[in-house]
């Protein structure tokens, strides 16, 4: 599938391809509303930027990261890929299940959104993958070696964004403590939209693979070929088409995921938003590089969390960590078992 002219052609002659893909696309719409605006939100919320201004910056860098990433390695793409095991099943049954898991995905998240808690649609796609899977293949469906990686991804991940975070803004509080406040303003301001836009690059390195490592996955479901790591390679156009939808989300329901993160949990300074992204993006380029497909989300608000610790425990607003936590902990059993029964509709009604 090397042009989307092919691809079209291969749409329109099989309408099974075409919803399984708009499905996903609306995916990607809904992660823009709920995951992308958190790459922007300490950038938008310390107006370093304005709100437009920071979601085309964040549309730029999110396809920057997908194309550059992928370069160099598909390993998350992969890794989602690979995680479920849908057995001798038709290329239509298997394309059955990828639509029902993508419409569980956008339930899950739209239902998220509407309480102005980020949701992570990383975690979001695993349960919904796996919970469709398992409609069709029981437990023998989940491949665990690679449902270990996701395991080590969220300990690596919070670690890491929470660690990083304290200790890059405890630096930044130690060089700068003598200095005049006014006169390193213009400084951090400049430094945070470099944070933020190194954020929206590895979210689209992320996320981005994931998604339309799906889409690929039901071209090459239905052609027979599988997905395996030498083969797998994402167009250019398919880069693009997915960056602006993704933009799109984000400018329709990105503020209220904005103002959750960036200003419910942390009251944030200039230096605390750089460093929270910095440390955001160091993260997420370590788990990327070892093929961990972790939340992006995840990342930036334990990030922030860190920075709120370096000043004082009290300058984090727990309620809305415990509200965030939560949510995690029932992504993966909350929208597999709606992708589960949504997948088990679908087979009923079309297989």
């Not at 958190?38 to 964040?58: D, F, G, H, S, Y």
């Not at 796609?125 to 796996?130: D, E, F, Q, S, V």
């Not at 690679?146 to 670690?159: A, D, E, F, T």
């Not at 902990?329 to 079309?350: H, M, N, R, Y």
């Amino acid at each position: 599938m090397n042009s989307i002219v092919e691809f079209w052609g291969q749409m329109i002659s099989n309408p099974l391809l075409f919803i399984a893909v708009a499905l996903t696309l609306g995916v990607i719409l809904v992660n823009g509303w709920t995951d992308a605006p958190n790459a922007i939100a300490t950038c938008v919320v310390t107006r370093c930027m304005p709100p437009k201004a920071a979601i085309l910056m964040a549309a730029v860098f999110n396809f920057l990261g997908v194309f550059v990433m992928t370069k160099i390695s598909n390993e998350v793409a992969v890794t989602i890929t690979s995680m479920v095991n849908f057995g001798e099943n038709s290329g239509r049954t298997i394309i059955i299940v990828l639509c029902a898991a993508m419409l569980a995905i956008v339930i899950w998240a739209i239902f998220a959104w509407l309480f102005g808690i980020p949701t992570s649609e990383s975690h979001a796609l695993i349960a919904g993958l796996t919970g469709g899977a398992m409609a069709l293949q029981g437990l023998e469906a989940i491949v665990w070696d690679q449902w270990l990686k996701v395991v080590y991804g969220i300990v690596i991940s919070v670690v890491l964004g929470f660690g990083f975070a304290w200790l890059i803004c405890k630096f930044v509080t130690k060089i700068c403590y003598n200095a005049d406040r006014p006169k390193t303003e213009p400084f951090f301001r400049g430094a945070q939209i470099v944070g933020a836009a190194s954020m929206s690059f590895m979210h689209g390195a992320q996320d981005g693979q994931k998604f339309m490592g799906v889409i690929l996955l039901c071209v090459f479901t239905l052609q027979g070929t599988g997905a395996t790591g030498s083969t797998f390679e994402i167009p250019t156009w398919l880069m693009i088409l997915c960056s602006i939808i993704m933009g799109v989300g984000t400018a329709m329901g990105g503020k209220k995921i904005i103002k959750s993160v960036g200003m419910d949990m942390v009251k944030l300074e200039k230096y605390q938003g750089f460093s929270a992204d910095i440390a955001s993006s160091l993260s997420l380029v370590f788990c990327s590089v070892f093929g961990l497909p972790v939340s992006t989300t995840h990342v930036k608000t334990t990030a922030i969390m860190g920075v709120g610790a370096v000043k004082r425990l009290s300058a984090i607003n727990f309620g809305v960590v415990k509200e965030m936590v939560l949510t995690w902990i029932l992504t993966f059993p909350g929208c597999g078992l709606l992708a589960f029964l949504v997948t088990k509709l679908f087979l009923l009604i079309f297989n």
